[in-house]
């Protein structure tokens, strides 16, 4: 039964397979002819679909083209046309070895209405050392190694900045609050922080901000100075009569999740979190 069922999947989804029910002799035939079929369409659909050596989907366009060292992160393939559901990807180091070798997702198929949507497959990465690395892909890894074709560039794995702490750690709601961030590896050309404002738990609607960024200063191998700014709120909508009030169910936390980059290219990793005192509560802290 376990078979029959995944032979009728096979049946549903693999563009072969699926000629099969589109044959009124399908629906006529015993079921022990029907069974031959659906277990062939089982077999098939665990190995090698010929199509992908013949048309191997294309991609076209990955991110990011940088990895914070020793995290585990995620690499991003936009592909021409297709939806692989058994994409690969592996990662090689200069030395001609391989460092990864990793199962992606289908993680966005395109409308066949929208111009320009692309499908798309997400490859989780594993904590990788520093260093340039290249990749190789195939949209379908069952086929062997010989599927995985190089990208057109590589990827460097950066050691990100460390952070440890964040003082004060809380403030005020509606003015802004110079925060110093503690930690290692401090320092760029280009050093931001990174803001971001999440919905409340269980809200589907969040705030009226979700990102910013701004210079960091004061700089140390050791600290820096990152501005909060005030807490945003939710969304918010017109009445119609002049005023805006929140939009039903939109909800923003208290908190600001705090990253610092040296080079706009990764990220700190650690959760630094800055939490904004309500009015009522900032009023009886004074």
């Known amino acids: ?146 599927s995985f074709k190089p990208l057109d560039s590589t990827v460097d794995v950066v050691e990100p900045a460390h952070l440890v702490a964040a003082t004060p750690a809380h403030g005020p709601e509606k003015v802004e609050t110079s925060v110093r961030i503690s930690g290692s590896n401090l320092g760029g050309p280009h050093m931001f922080c990174k803001l971001i404002f999440p919905p409340a738990p269980g809200a589907k609607i969040g705030c009226s901000m979700h990102e910013a960024d701004y210079g960091a200063s004061e700089v140390t191998p050791t600290s820096a100075v990152c501005r909060i700014p005030a807490w945003p709120g939710p969304v918010l909508q017109d009445d119609g009569h002049g005023g805006m009030h929140p939009v039903p169910g939109a909800e923003c936390s208290r908190e600001v999740h705090i990253q610092i980059t040296n080079d706009a290219r990764v990220y700190s990793q650690e959760p630094i979190v800055f939490r904004y005192d309500a009015a009522v509560a900032a009023e009886i802290l004074v």
Request: hydrophobic share 40%; charged share 15%; aromatic share 10%.
């Open 1 to 146: 039964q376990a078979i029959f069922s995944q032979g009728l999947k096979a049946l549903q989804l693999d563009p072969l397979c699926s000629q099969f029910r589109e044959f009124p002799f399908f629906s006529r035939i015993s079921m022990q002819p029907r069974l031959a079929i659906v277990a062939a369409c089982f077999a098939f659909g665990q190995a090698c679909n010929p199509l992908t050596r013949l048309f191997p989907a294309s991609v076209h366009s990955w991110s990011p083209d940088a990895l914070p060292a020793h995290f585990s992160s995620s690499i991003l393939i936009r592909l021409n046309s297709g939806a692989p559901r058994t994409a690969g990807l592996t990662l090689w180091a200069n030395n001609s070895t391989q460092v990864a070798s990793i199962d992606c997702e289908l993680t966005h198929e395109p409308s066949k209405y929208a111009i320009g949507d692309l499908p798309e497959v997400t490859c989780p990465t594993p904590p990788l050392a520093v260093g340039t690395y290249s990749a190789r892909f195939s949209s379908d890894r069952s086929c062997g190694d010989s």
